[in-house]
């Protein structure tokens, strides 16, 4: 049995309640961190372009959950988690 | 474009703010230059083609490489355009080393499939239109150099 989707929707609510800045900008999502999340101040952000709706019910690809990991050090699992 | 040379001799990407009073060209100014590389690949686990930006590791999807470098081009231009306007984003940040690596064994992206991808960037490209014969992919690995402001309207 295979790994449980991520949608778009399990990464919105899960960064929304963390105090997370989401953007919507021509159908392609904008996740940006709180400026308490680093030291410095500056906020990583990661774009999700709209072609991931190609992929069947708005369901993250692998590879925009590994930038998520790389940005935020947030896995699927804890998003799953949440929804 | 405004960029200096780094120790280890990558071109570094600058802050250009422009001069006062200038209106639509302190607007233009204001943009961020970047030179970046896309590296683009088809990824079995996504099911699709990736274009990868080696110095900002934002990523574009696309069910072809055209698609995939168009979305690219769109999203780092949008990055470089938040950027620019508010200090606190942080843009700069490298793809991890399995991407670098590939650029050890890829090919140049076509110059005309390039082309492709800046219109359809641009939204200049018709709908339906074909971008690549499939046929013509001799390679699973590309890359590609991007300059700034890529999306900007010509």
Redesign the interface.
Same mark, same amino acid.
């Given at each position: 049995m295979g790994q449980p989707n991520v949608k778009w929707g399990h990464v919105e609510k899960f960064f929304l309640a963390r105090g997370y800045e989401i953007r919507h900008?021509g159908g +392609?999502k904008?996740i %940006?961190a709180p400026?308490h999340a680093?030291p410095t !101040?500056?906020? &990583?952000? %990661?774009?999700i !372009?709209?072609?991931?709706s +190609?992929?069947k019910g708005e369901v993250l690809?692998? !590879?925009?959950l590994s /930038?998520i990991k &790389? /940005?935020f050090g947030v896995t699927r699992e804890q998003i799953l988690a949440e929804g | 474009m405004k960029s200096r040379r780094s120790s280890r001799g990558f071109t570094k990407p600058v802050r250009n703010r422009g001069q006062k009073g200038g209106g639509a060209v302190k607007e233009k100014m204001s943009k961020i230059s970047l030179q970046d590389i896309a590296v683009i690949y088809f990824s079995p686990a996504d099911e699709s083609w990736v274009a990868h930006s080696v110095y900002t590791d934002q990523l574009g999807l696309g069910l072809t490489p055209t698609k995939a470098l168009a979305e690219l081009m769109r999203l780092v231009d949008k990055l470089l355009a938040m950027a620019s306007t508010d200090d606190s984003i942080e843009y700069l940040r490298k793809a991890p080393e399995e991407v670098i690596d590939r650029l050890k064994k890829c090919k140049p992206f076509p110059l005309e499939w390039f082309e492709v991808a800046h219109n359809i960037a641009r939204g200049t490209y018709p709908d339906g239109s074909v971008e690549e014969p499939a046929d013509a992919l001799d390679a699973d690995t590309y890359s590609a150099n991007l300059g700034e402001n890529l999306c900007a309207a010509a």
């Open positions: 900008s +392609d904008i %940006v400026k680093s !101040g500056t906020r &990583r952000t %990661v774009l !372009g709209h072609n991931y +190609d992929h690809a692998p !590879g925009h /930038a &790389r /940005a | -």
